[in-house]
């Protein structure tokens, strides 16, 4: 890494018309990683001029064209693999050994978009209107430029699960990274091009003050997508601001998920399934398990089994062998996850592990138990590594209870019984459901929620729509 970054814009970097730029912290060891160029309004519009120059020659390049360039991306972030995955566990915080599991889960959307792009206009269908009187065709065209904005959890794959299907559908496309992490982004866009990515395709701005830039853009008539991972309260700011332009959207909000363990689960996987969906990335997922439903009569041998893990569960260092989750992101994420703590025990939870904050942002694993009503443990998304564990008696009660929330975007269930597991998953309202297993992500699968979880979907077979727009001709016979 080089002390400064610029804004990728136009296949090149550059400084910000400020001049202005901002630090990256390590949050694991709070050293300065670099400076980053701070956007501002203005930079934003050249990114979105950027995008507009580019646009028609990539729209126009042949679909097995622009797959064998994003099929090299895929192959060259695999022989780069240690490279990245070194990156986002220093400006992120996870352990290497998911950091490089992001960095297969990242690079498998270029792959599998590589591997769609050449198919999308044999979709395409033609016939006989009703009446006889004429032919319908209908196609399909790239909707345009579109502004992506990612989170800092996923540095790599947030990135790549918008990019690919975009430039695979033929946009151009403007990336907002969050300010925590955008140093991996700037090495994708430099690899991008690198891979054959024509100039102005692929447009990064990081900048502090994202409302002032991204608002800049969004006022752009050119804008005509917007895709967004982050919070529900703010997906909802940006769908008002998106409904002056009439954007297409997709978004990927905020999850509260249920994860249930019926009496017949298998014990063992139950226990290791509720780690994964719990501790991944330090629990710092949005599909991470934030409630844990165990039925009453293996209650007590999961709360100990899955207790002992979470207590022998390392934080440190995400680049030490000895360390099992990173830190957290910032003293921000630190003190909310604290607060959600301190809250629930002071109305009466019980910690069976208390784990807690440690040195700098670090934070051990943590069980609660008996969690009262009123606690905010119960309504808001963690974001930590802490499992708020209830007991429940039957399938109705703790069906009732899982959808006690207005969102929807992933469930877990833990049972042995497939009559039952597909039937909960049916009545579970949410967008995903993990079935004895505690990850869902896949390259393949459509990623995404119901109500205040999100619009659209990413990734899967639906992940290229929501780039695309559909264009009807009417022929006289």
């Excluded at 910032?330 to 440690?358: F, H, M, N, P």
């Amino acid at each position: 890494m080089s002390k400064v970054h610029g804004l990728y814009l136009a296949g090149t970097a550059r400084a910000a018309t400020s001049n202005r730029t901002f630090a990256v912290d390590d949050p694991a060891t709070g050293l300065r990683l670099a400076e980053v160029a701070d956007a501002t309004p203005e930079d934003g519009i050249a990114a979105v001029d950027a995008a507009a120059e580019a646009a028609p020659a990539w729209a126009a390049l042949a679909p097995r064209a622009r797959a064998v360039i994003l099929g090299r991306v895929y192959a060259t972030l695999q022989e780069r693999r240690e490279e990245f995955a070194a990156l986002i566990t220093a400006e992120m915080g996870k352990t290497l050994a998911e950091a490089r599991a992001e960095v297969d889960y990242g690079s498998e959307f270029f792959r599998w978009f590589a591997e769609t792009a050449p198919r999308l206009h044999l979709d395409g269908g033609s016939g006989l209107e009703p009446g006889g009187n004429y032919r319908i065709l209908t196609s399909t065209r790239p909707v345009g430029i579109c502004l992506l904005i990612t989170p800092w959890n996923f540095p790599l794959a947030m990135a790549a699960r918008k990019i690919a299907p975009a430039l695979a559908a033929g946009c151009t496309v403007i990336l907002k990274p969050a300010a925590q992490t955008p140093l991996t982004s700037l090495l994708l866009a430099e690899l991008l091009t690198e891979c054959g990515v024509p100039a102005g395709v692929v447009n990064v701005v990081p900048c502090t003050d994202a409302p002032a830039v991204i608002a800049a853009i969004m006022r752009d008539p050119r804008l005509r997508k917007l895709s967004f991972t982050g919070s529900t309260q703010v997906g909802r700011v940006l769908l008002e601001q998106a409904a002056h332009g009439v954007l297409r959207t997709s978004m990927e909000l905020g999850g509260n998920a249920p994860l249930i363990v019926f009496d017949d689960a298998d014990l063992e996987q139950a226990i290791a399934g509720s780690l994964v969906a719990k501790l991944r990335n330090g629990g710092q997922s949005c599909i991470a398990a934030n409630r844990i439903y165990v039925q009453r009569g293996i209650a007590e041998r999961f709360i100990a089994g899955f207790s002992a893990a979470m207590q022998s569960t390392r934080p440190g260092d995400g680049r030490l062998d000895d360390s099992d989750i990173g830190p957290l992101i910032d003293e921000r994420q630190r003190d909310k996850v604290v607060s959600l703590v301190d809250d629930a025990v002071s109305k009466g939870a019980t910690v069976v592990v208390a784990g807690g904050a440690g040195d700098g942002l670090m934070f051990a694993p943590t069980v609660l138990t008996d969690i009262p009503l009123d606690a905010a443990l119960r309504e808001e998304e963690i974001f930590g590594p802490v499992a708020a564990i209830y007991v429940f008696d039957d399938e109705a009660e703790v069906i009732d209870a899982a959808n006690d929330t207005p969102y929807g975007l992933v469930s877990y269930v833990f049972t042995q019984n497939l009559n039952r597991a597909l039937r909960v998953a049916d009545a579970l309202d949410t967008g995903m459901t993990g079935i004895n297993r505690g990850v869902v992500s896949n390259a393949a699968a459509p990623f995404g929620g119901t109500k205040a979880s999100g619009l659209g979907r990413e990734g899967g077979a639906e992940g290229i729509l929501e780039y695309l727009e559909t264009k009807y001709v009417g022929i006289e016979l």
